[in-house]
């Protein structure tokens, strides 16, 4: 595993990744403004495709975080450790353009699993990847935001910066 710390508008985020693709993605849990403090070291391997990645989608989320319209999907991800199912709901999420939303029942129904909304739920839960794989792009039916793994100020914060339209309806 890799790692490449970088900073955001939002201040410091962390990505990770193996040789098989973006593995993680982590930031501020409720403040978006971390600590200016790098990490003391960071690990370095040897592989260079591991590094481009990195470098590519360190850059690519800047630029979104920037409110630059970014598609993510061309990035390749480490799906270890989910299950068939939470692949294929995250697989459908990522076809989830920038500045719309849908709800858990609509990500559920285009993975083949109609009714399994709270499961969906969960396996947004699990996210390792937010921003990259859009979990913050799935709310209630209701027009209700709904959860985020990094709390409601993150998914409001992220929703604006798209100009998303939530239809409360």
Known sequence: MKTKVFWTPFGLFRLSATSEGLYSLDFPKKN?????????SQRRES????????DRGAAEIQSYLHGKRVDFRHL???WA???PFGERVLSRLRRVPWGRTASYGDLAQTAGAPGASRAVGQVLRSNRLPVVLPCHRII???GALGGFS???LWKKRLLKLESACVDKS
């Open 76 to 78: 390749k991800i480490d």
């Open 81 to 83: 450790g989910y299950s």
């Open 140 to 142: 209630r039916k209701s």
């Open 150 to 152: 990094r709390g409601g």
């Open 32 to 40: 978006p403004s971390l600590s200016r403090r790098l990490p003391a």
């Open 47 to 54: 592989d260079r495709r591991v590094e481009r990645l990195l």
